[in-house]
């Protein structure tokens, strides 16, 4: 029975539990917060990250601006909480790498003053509100706020990021099932901060053996077609064994509690499910989504029974279960119903590649996406040509942002020469020469500063990706990794083929190159076209970021949505921050363009200025509206002090920050 969630802040009393002053917080008048909770909510992130662009050294100034915060007494109230709380935090294990910046008297002094100031606002707090509550340091973002509390409650319990970040994947399946879940795939990027390690766990669905290789998915009747092999569980299961801590079956217990238990649901699904064609959805899909043919409402309460059982099952007795088991039967048969060609060999057969990341330096920091099939190589390209650019707050602002749309332009062309790699390979020599610092200052010269690049050169095959339905899970955790995943089903609902165990099944097929496809008149790209146990083309991309050079510096994890727009949208949020230096909560929350690059478009979201859409209509750029282009959720680390952040075009999302 679904009934209306409401939650809730209590008002702070004494004896809650509470933390110590934000040391990172410069706040508002009273009489400025009166504007709502959401402003409030923005205005807050707002003011915990403005540390990373103006430190304040001054204790005086710093016990004046200091605030305090109630801490949520449970992971669940946390989850309803839109807040950052700060803690108490462990020897920072940046000390002795990052103070080699200093003499050794300023050394001396700032320990005094830090640990006099410390002693002293807990000894304040704990006079009036007893012991406060102590965590380690971390972060954790995700689309959803009870699976961002899932993620902090995993790492309070000593698990690693990495056991954070597949609590909070799994768990997003659960809450936001329209954009991810167990029967989909995705991408893991993770990062030792300590050994600048980095690895790239690609789970993406793979093509059946039996895939038709000719005909027009988008036009066909037979949704069972469109169903890639599932690699999520396999995908989470192969970073647990890399980089776990705790229980794989503690792991998956803990997001079966979430579908038992209950969670409300998010305005993301509710608007998803609102939006749902008449089709000819099974009888288990409209029980969960339409219950008495009604669809689900925001805040409705809802419990997911039948997911907590094959989480539970798989806890258990490991990813065979899904692989190879009853449910692999389950699902081929219900594949085969809706008219594709699933067969148990095809879960058999499929296996998580492991490899590394691509990356380039651009402005002193390293950056790190994922290679193809991947279009990482593409957003390396565009900050590659845009480092070229003298890009600075002296330049006018028209040039900047005509030099980024132009280059967004060349690098999503050049993204439709990638593809799967393990059996082609002129998409490793594509990858390669996109990648070049020499090959960006040629592209860069094809930029014409007052006038708008004609599309005909650039147009792709099709679009891909459509729909706004991928989920992103950013952890950032006291064992000094980083990581950052996106998953998603393709479209919302995938296929819409749902089995009767409760699970959704994606359609990544539609993201390959079709033969005789009829989207446009233009030749498939051979690299993409769609072959048997091939990995299609993808826009996934979880992006993390480091100093080039030393372990002091700016650290950022970067997740995005929607398709082709989320390279557009990492790319201004990282220049945001490197080359503007921003803030990361006026990097999100600026507005943002993507070129379209069929209909030679340049779409901007809601909250881009009228006055930047007069600079791009001078050069020549179609400018068309929308509300939101991607959804961008970040979270950064500057030596010690980690921040996570939600991008606050979201309703449902959330970042907690825990020191």
């Known amino acids: 029975a679904a009934e209306p969630g409401v939650g809730r802040q209590r008002a702070l009393a004494a004896g809650s539990p509470v933390d110590y002053m934000s040391i990172t917080s410069f706040p508002r008048l009273p009489e400025e917060e009166a504007g709502g909770a959401a402003e409030g909510g923005l205005r807050a992130r707002k003011e915990e990250d403005a540390f990373l662009g103006e430190q304040d050294t001054d204790p005086d100034s710093f016990l004046k601006s200091a605030r305090l915060q109630r801490l949520p007494s449970s992971s669940s109230e946390m989850g309803s909480q839109d807040v950052s709380p700060l803690q108490e935090t462990s020897k920072d294990p940046f000390s002795g790498d990052c103070s080699c910046r200093q003499d050794g008297l300023t050394v001396i002094i700032t320990a005094c003053l830090t640990f006099a100031t410390g002693v002293t606002v807990a000894l304040i707090m704990q006079i009036y509100f007893g012991d406060p509550q102590i965590f380690h340091r971390g972060a954790v973002v995700t689309d959803a706020a009870r699976c961002t509390a899932l993620g902090i409650e995993v790492l309070n319990t000593q698990g690693s990021s990495v056991d954070a970040a597949i609590a909070s994947a799994l768990c997003a399946g659960v809450v936001n099932p329209h954009t991810s879940g167990i029967g989909g795939g995705g991408v893991m990027l993770v990062h030792d901060i300590r050994k600048n390690r980095s690895c790239v766990i690609d789970f993406r669905e793979v093509a059946p053996l039996g895939i038709p290789l000719e005909g027009d998915p988008q036009k066909d009747t037979k949704p069972g077609l469109l169903v890639g092999v599932p690699g999520m569980l396999q995908g989470m299961h192969q970073a647990h064994q890399l980089h776990g801590r705790l229980p794989w079956s503690k792991l998956l217990g803990l997001v079966a509690g979430v579908a038992q238990d209950g969670f409300n649901v998010t305005h993301d699904l509710a608007k998803a499910i609102s939006e749902l064609k008449d089709l000819n959805y099974s009888d288990k899909f409209r029980e969960i989504f339409l219950p008495d043919g009604q669809p689900l409402l925001p805040g409705m309460f809802v419990r997911r029974l039948d997911l907590a059982a094959v989480l539970e099952l798989v806890g258990a007795e490991g990813v065979s279960a899904f692989y190879s088991g009853n449910l692999t039967q389950e699902i081929t048969s219900e594949v085969h119903d809706y008219g594709g060609v699933l067969v148990e060999e095809d879960f058999s057969n499929y296996s998580v590649t492991v490899e590394n990341p691509v990356h380039t330096v651009y402005r002193g920091h390293l950056v790190f996406s994922p290679p193809p099939p991947h279009a990482g190589p593409a957003l390396i390209t565009a900050l590659n040509i845009l480092e070229g650019f003298n890009i600075t707050n002296q330049v006018p602002r028209g040039n900047i942002l005509h030099w980024m749309a132009e280059t967004l332009k060349i690098a999503l062309s050049l993204a439709n020469n990638l593809g799967d790699p393990s ?9 390669e020469s996109m990648m070049s610092k020499s090959e960006a200052n040629s592209l860069r010269q094809l930029v014409n500063d007052s006038q708008s690049l004609s599309s005909d050169v650039h147009v792709p ?27 998603s089903l393709n ?11 409760g699970v959704l ?14 989207m446009n008149h233009s030749v498939p790209r051979p690299q993409n076209l769609i072959q048997p146990r091939k990995r299609p083309l993808s826009f996934l991309l979880p992006t993390i970021v480091r100093p080039s050079k030393g372990m002091c510096g700016t650290y950022l994890s970067l997740g995005a949505n929607n398709g082709d727009r989320a390279l557009s949208s990492i790319v201004q949020v990282l220049v945001n921050v490197l080359t503007f230096n921003k803030n990361l909560s006026e990097s999100l929350s600026l507005g943002r363009l993507h070129p379209q690059l069929q209909s030679n478009i340049l779409q901007v979201d809601s909250e881009f200025p009228e006055e930047d859409i007069g600079f791009l209509v001078a050069r020549g750029h179609q400018v068309d509206k929308v509300k939101v282009l991607s959804l961008v959720h970040g979270a950064r680390r500057t030596n010690s002090f980690i921040i996570g952040l939600k991008d606050p075009r ?4 959330a970042g907690a920050t825990i020191l």
């Open 505 to 518: 099944l994606n359609s990544q097929m539609l993201d390959f190159s079709w033969q005789n496809q009829t």
């Open 423 to 431: 059996d082609d390979v002129s998409v490793t020599h594509a990858a």
């Open 461 to 487: 095959h099709f679009s891909m990706e459509s729909g706004p339905a991928a989920s992103q899970v950013l952890v950032m955790g006291p064992d000094d990794f980083i990581v950052a995943v996106v998953s």
């Open 650 to 653: 979201s309703v449902d999302a």
């Open 491 to 501: 479209r919302p609902f995938g296929s819409g083929i749902m089995t009767p165990s």
